[in-house]
């Protein structure tokens, strides 16, 4: 856990711009450790038990651990970045957002700004703390005995060469020849 997950995050302490990666790999975290409580408790069912054994877990009431869960995780485990938008509610539309921030508490906030307008916020790094928190005080829901037991991590011979977006460039357009006729690109 230490070796894949929180020393690796722990590299990204005081950088302000990492919230989002944080949250990804908070929330993943957190996702395996509410199916891992689910299956030691024997739990029937999916969705409803993974709601409720998710905001019981994590002492969240579940009219927050629901849009929470639906906002971020799904958010950003589909589209890298939270959702918001406009949804029914009680034959209404309300406006959900989100906001992030160290100022804010480890666990999501539900504030009501209006009857259609609502957000929630958390601090992603105390969130993580949160969620790492529960695998130390539940260190045998790291592993339940099924396929997906974490790994060892190996040390590479060399370090790697650090990652950066120019990597990702596609490559450059080739260089328009000249048309012999005109002179002008063709």
Known sequence: M?????????DLRGNGDAGFIILLAAL?????????????????GREKD??????????????????FWEMFRNGM???????????????????WDWDISKKFNALPELIV????SKLIRIDPWKWLEVVVGKYDAYPNLIDQGDSRKLGTVRIAPETAQPFST?????????????????????
């Not at 700004?113 to 259609?116: G, I």
């Not at 450059?172 to 005109?182: A, C, S």
């Open 2 to 10: 230490d070796k894949w997950f929180v020393d690796p995050l722990n």
């Open 28 to 44: 993943s975290l957190a996702e395996r450790i509410i199916w891992q409580k689910k299956k030691a408790d024997k739990l029937i």
């Open 50 to 67: 993974f709601v409720t054994t998710g905001a019981d877990f994590f002492g969240i009431p579940k009219t927050t651990f629901i849009p």
């Open 77 to 95: 485990m589909h589209h890298a970045h939270p959702f918001s938008g406009t949804f029914d509610e009680d034959d209404r539309a309300v406006f």
């Open 113 to 116: 700004n209006s009857p259609n």
């Open 166 to 186: 120019s990597s990702l460039a596609s490559p450059p357009l080739p260089t328009p020849t000249p048309d012999l006729r005109t002179g002008s690109a063709r």
